[in-house]
């Protein structure tokens, strides 16, 4: 098993929370977003993955690509312990919850939106600043009433074990705090981020953990 990441991509940030949770070590072969123009856009990777986008997962023959999708293949492939409750509302409600992270919130916060703003576009640091801000509070203010509101809502995201909502949620949180966000809005994603800490599977996952961190 072979992992493309890069230590601060989110979305290789969420696998590496997977891959520990279930006990996995792949190989790491890093993919630096930004030297040289951006590794992942050089032709040797671009024919592994056209999308130009980390991370990459190979096992057992397959190149996987997209975070969720990899999880869950995860979760399929190595079922203990689960990533997803056993119910199907239940699954749907944690899939929806990391869908809100991963594909609403996320998109609009990546390095490529953020470099496109000012290197195309001319946007100055503090507006792009507020642009980030904007889709943070946006998107963590509709989660926070979710959660704090659900009675499904336990330690993490979803009862009293981790799924992959809480993949996808201590990334974004680690995120906003790297761009200075004030968090005290948002009492219960800051309440199941700090639980999630106490966990080594997200502690050893943290970028500044990855042997490409800087």
């Given at each position: 098993m072979k992992l493309y990441t890069y230590f601060r991509s989110s979305a290789a940030y969420r696998v590496r929370i997977a891959l520990?949770?279930?006990?996995l070590k792949p190989e790491t072969l890093p993919v630096h977003l930004l030297r040289g123009g951006g590794e992942q856009k050089q032709p040797d990777y671009l024919a592994l993955n056209p999308q130009a986008l980390v991370p990459a997962l190979e096992d057992d023959g397959h190149l996987l690509t997209q975070s969720l999708a990899i999880i869950e293949y995860l979760d399929e492939v190595v079922p203990a312990p689960p990533l997803l409750p056993a119910d199907a509302p239940g699954r749907a409600r944690v899939r929806a919850i990391a869908q809100s992270i991963a594909c609403e919130i996320h998109p609009l916060n990546n390095l490529r939106v953020l470099a496109y703003l000012t290197k195309t576009l001319g946007v100055a640091d503090a507006a792009r600043q507020d642009w980030y801000r904007h889709w943070?509070?946006?998107?963590?203010?509709?989660?926070?009433?979710?959660?704090?509101?659900?009675?499904?809502?336990?330690?993490?995201?979803?009862g009293d074990s981790p799924t992959i909502a809480d993949c996808?949620?201590?990334?974004?949180?680690?995120?906003a705090r790297r761009f200075e966000i004030d968090l005290s809005a948002f009492p219960t994603l800051v309440?199941?981020?700090?639980?999630?800490?106490?966990?080594?599977?997200?502690?050893?996952?943290?970028p500044a953990r990855q042997p490409d961190a800087e």
């Open positions: 520990n949770l279930k006990g943070v509070f946006t998107g963590f203010g509709a989660l926070e009433t979710q959660l704090s509101r659900d009675p499904a809502c336990g330690v993490f995201c979803h996808c949620l201590v990334p974004q949180v680690f995120n309440r199941i981020d700090a639980a999630c800490q106490r966990l080594a599977a997200f502690v050893d996952a943290a």
